[in-house]
């Protein structure tokens, strides 16, 4: 079992910065595939980043284009979405996801490939 607690989110001005991260608790969280997902009201829930077991390989929306960089602190247990030059089209509640399978970066991109979710950390853009 893996318990995952978003935060860092808040309100930021466009080509502002923030970074989100997600405090995992429960064995294991080096073997879990973590990712974050977004949700804007009145969409589906959009795939944003994900990292493997050891970091050594990302996977990135196609709306990030270099924005976001996703990262790990495995000694920490914590998952990292550094986000960079901000538009208002990204305000959205920002989700953590831990996966237990190993993902390629098209299944990575699929919420029910996911085990555990947070609660979310809401995030706004002002333009």
């Known amino acids: 079992q893996v318990q995952l607690v978003e935060s860092g989110g808040g309100l930021v001005q466009a080509g502002g910065s923030l970074t989100l991260s997600c405090a995992a608790s429960?064995?294991?969280?080096?073997?879990?595939?973590m990712a974050w997902f977004r949700q804007a009201p009145g969409k589906e829930r959009e795939f944003v980043s994900a990292?493997?077991?050891?970091?050594?390989?990302?996977y990135h929306g196609d709306f990030v284009k270099g924005r976001f960089t996703i990262s790990r602190d495995d000694a920490k247990n914590t998952v990292y979405l550094q986000m960079n030059s901000l538009k208002p089209e990204d305000t959205a509640v920002y989700y953590c996801?831990?996966?237990?399978?190993?993902?390629?970066?098209?299944?990575?991109?699929?919420?029910?490939?996911?085990?555990?979710w947070g609660q979310g950390t809401h995030v706004t853009v002002s333009s």
């Open positions: 429960g064995r294991a969280f080096s073997s879990y595939i």
């Open positions: 996801a831990a996966g237990s399978r190993g993902l390629n970066s098209y299944r990575a991109t699929f919420v029910d490939e996911y085990d555990y």
């Open positions: 990292i493997t077991w050891s970091g050594g390989d990302t």
